[in-house]
């Protein structure tokens, strides 16, 4: 089989493209569709609250916890080996939601959906990247498929609303398999297989790859028992313990196996650090702000769930309408400068929100503007900034990394406002009629919850933004020197 050969269009990779696009518009669209029809299944199935909630929530743990283990395996058996088995496995499973009659079979059936996103979503992103040798090119194909996804998160609820209006919900999973199909022949025809010289052929951790799932579940898990649960029980916290005594076993474990499966070294280094903490700040300022002004328009300022879903559109309007000038941005500043700009205006996004949220809707619509506006580029270039770092035999891991990072960041944002309000409001937060003591600790814990958000991103801002001036710094050191 040849190896793959960089191309020097993006028409002249079309095909690929179009397999790699449908990998991320499944990853969009999946949820964001099915969101709507919760409570449809809920009755259809007769599911409690808990069961109906790991509908969504096996998925993302699941997808969550094993990407960084089929990063590993697909860089060493093959990226589109992986990825194609991935969505053979996408298309089996979507398909059997078509017999589901229990919750529990609907739990099982995403949390294999969760299996095959994480089988595909890394590999997509280093086979996009390995297409081009150009760096305009590789942003380029980038932003495109990214785009892709983010239309589908975007018409995700009004495409599952119209089809239930019109068919079971099974259908907005049965979507699914038309999707992978055409990922399959994208994906099957457009890109070669890796060829030895480009996998990595060191034995895998099985060990290291148990600890770091071990670490992201119980990291994704800690959230959720936090909203659940409150910060006065004892659950969250055992959680946050387990998840830093098995970080702190996967730290131990990398540093002292002779194969890791995670190289420490290779997060040290200045280009990937700082596109993770981007990352993970541009995943923490998205979550924790969408947390907060869903709460707010509804519950605080009694908008009804229409009118609501119409006052987030600003963040949507601005993710797609900004795709076309990514590339011209980058090739203006440079992709390290375009990387720590995009990150501090998800920040400033949040310094508005916390400042001003109490003035009225407006303000909430200019924070809302300004995260999508940086999460828009950061998602591209600080992605391509850790994939830059990496060998190439270990992109499919780098894409895992910053796939991770999101997730476990998203969680975090969740957790940090859900907890703050928790803490700071007296009563049923859902429940209608508050008083002017809860209506003035609601606006108190959501200017609380946003300086804590924006504190905590700021950090990852600058932190990456010293390590990405540290890199820009070795490349200007002159060769002799260096050696």
Request: charge should be neutral.
């Amino acid at each position: 089989m040849p190896t793959l050969v960089p191309n020097r269009t993006l028409r002249g990779s079309w095909i690929a493209l179009t397999g790699l696009s449908a990998i991320f518009l499944f990853e969009m669209l999946d949820n964001s569709i099915l969101n709507v029809a919760l409570p449809t299944i809920g009755r259809d199935l007769q599911s409690s609250t808990t069961a109906l909630q790991w509908v969504t929530g096996s998925y993302a743990v699941v997808f969550g916890g094993l990407m960084l283990l089929f990063g590993a395996i697909a860089d060493r058996f093959g990226r589109r080996r992986v990825m194609l088995i991935g969505l053979v496995l996408l298309a089996v499973a979507s398909a059997a939601t078509a017999f589901v009659t229990t919750a529990e079979q609907l739990i099982a059936v995403r949390a294999v959906m969760g299996v095959a996103a994480a089988m595909t979503t890394p590999g997509s992103m280093a086979l996009a990247f390995r297409l081009f040798d150009e760096e305009s090119l590789r942003v380029r194909a980038i932003t495109l498929i990214s785009t892709v996804g983010l239309v589908g998160l975007a018409i995700g609820p009004t495409v599952g609303g119209l089809v239930l209006a019109v068919a079971p919900w099974q259908v907005l999973l049965l979507i699914n398999v038309p999707i992978a199909i055409l990922a399959i022949i994208g994906i099957r025809t457009g890109i070669a297989a890796d060829g030895p010289a480009e996998l990595h052929r060191e034995r895998l951790d099985i060990a290291g790859a148990l600890l770091a799932t071990a670490t992201i579940v119980l990291a994704l898990l800690a959230p959720t028992a936090f909203i659940d649960e409150g910060a006065g029980s004892g659950m969250p916290w055992a959680l946050v313990a387990a998840t830093m005594a098995a970080a702190v076993l996967f730290v131990v474990r990398a540093r002292t196996a002779r194969h890791p499966l995670l190289d420490l070294a290779l997060i040290a280094r200045p280009l990937v650090s700082s596109g993770l903490s981007f990352k993970a700040a541009a995943g923490l300022a998205t979550a924790g702000l969408g947390y907060l002004v869903t709460l707010q328009l509804q519950l605080a300022w009694g908008w009804l769930p229409a009118l609501a879903a119409v006052g987030m559109l600003p963040q949507v309007v601005v993710l797609l309408a900004l795709g076309p000038f990514v590339n011209p941005l980058v090739e203006k500043v440079g992709i390290n400068r375009a990387a720590w700009m995009s990150a501090a205006a998800v920040v400033a996004g949040l310094v508005v929100y916390t400042a001003f949220n109490g003035l009225g809707y407006v303000f909430v619509a200019i924070a809302l503007a300004l995260v999508a506006a940086g999460l828009r580029v950061v998602g591209v270039v600080a992605a391509i900034n850790v994939l830059n770092g990496l060998p190439e035999n270990r992109t499919s891991i780098g894409s895992a990394l910053t796939d991770t990072s999101t997730e476990v960041a998203n969680g975090v944002g969740i957790a940090v406002a859900g907890t703050l309000l928790a803490a700071l409001f007296s009563g049923s937060i859902t429940a209608s009629n508050w008083t002017e003591q809860q209506s003035a600790q609601f606006e108190g814990a959501a200017i609380f919850a946003g300086l804590v958000l924006t504190l905590l991103a700021a950090a990852f801002v600058v932190f990456g933004f010293v390590r990405s001036r540290r890199n820009v710094a070795a490349e200007d050191v002159p060769a002799d020197e260096v050696a």
